[in-house]
């Protein structure tokens, strides 16, 4: 059986039709507080359709399909790990300002020393600190060398990953006790991450799509699995994405 044909003129008219009666839709999500959706069901579910629309548009490249994330290069968003947190408000923040966008004083960016490119720590140390982390990841059984690698994280790591790993909001450091990396937690993964961080970068989509598509968009991410209810606001220019690892 052919397919019906639609004329160009024909499909304007139904795409304008469709936007007039989804236009009070848009205008209640515009009208209502990204924290305020979850207590209106039926907007905060408009507001996920429409967001997973764009989500297929603009993210699907690196995050892919259904945010899956892709291993070594584009983290995870089905998952509860956050660098910087994943409630509602801080999911819009990281879309809107983005990642380590140098032009954008209000992008989200940390960063992690070069140890071992910078000299910081020579080759022997980093082995130790890679045997501690993969100790408090479970990894590998405490050592000699997790020994000298604990204290030489204390001196070097906690301030911004925390004394036991647990991770640092304030700085976007991530957590380094559980089974979630984006670029890996095996050895020679860690000890190229530890020798010369990636630091990643994430477009900002304030300036490329408008306030309530981004509201809608990041209401799709926080449901995708890993949304977390409010928590206390980070403090103001302690700013950074989020990213399932991980590594900066």
């Known amino acids: 059986m052919l397919r019906r044909l639609v004329k160009p003129r024909d499909l304007a008219k139904e795409m304008a039709a469709d936007a007039k009666r989804r236009a009070p839709t848009v205008d209640a999500i515009a009208a209502t507080a990204i924290t305020d959706l979850p207590a209106k069901p039926e907007l905060m579910q408009a507001a996920v359709q429409g967001g997973g629309a764009a989500f297929r548009v603009h993210c699907v490249q690196c995050h892919g399909a259904g945010g899956a994330g892709v291993k070594k290069l584009y983290p995870s968003l089905t998952d509860d790990d956050w660098l910087w947190g994943g409630d509602l408000a801080t999911i819009e923040y990281t879309v809107t300002h983005g990642i380590r966008n140098p032009d954008h004083k209000a992008t989200r960016t940390s960063l992690m020393p070069a140890f071992g490119r910078d000299g910081i720590l020579d080759a022997a140390q980093i082995g130790d600190v890679v045997s501690f982390v993969r100790t408090i990841s479970r990894q590998e059984k405490a050592s000699a060398s997790s020994s ?3 204290a030489l994280f204390a001196d070097n790591c906690a301030v911004c990953h925390g004394a036991g790993g647990e991770g640092g909001r304030q700085v976007g450091a991530p957590k380094l006790t559980d089974a ?11 000890t190229a991450t530890i020798t010369q961080p990636r630091n990643g970068v994430m477009p900002r989509w304030g300036g490329r799509l408008d306030p309530v598509t981004i509201k809608m968009l990041s209401a799709y991410v926080y449901s995708l699995g890993g949304g977390e209810k409010g928590l206390a606001p980070v403090a103001e220019g302690a700013v950074d994405g989020r990213g399932t690892d991980g590594q900066p």
């Open 180 to 190: 979630i990396w984006l670029y890996g937690g095996d050895r020679d993964s860690l």
């Open 148 to 150: 000298r690698g604990a």
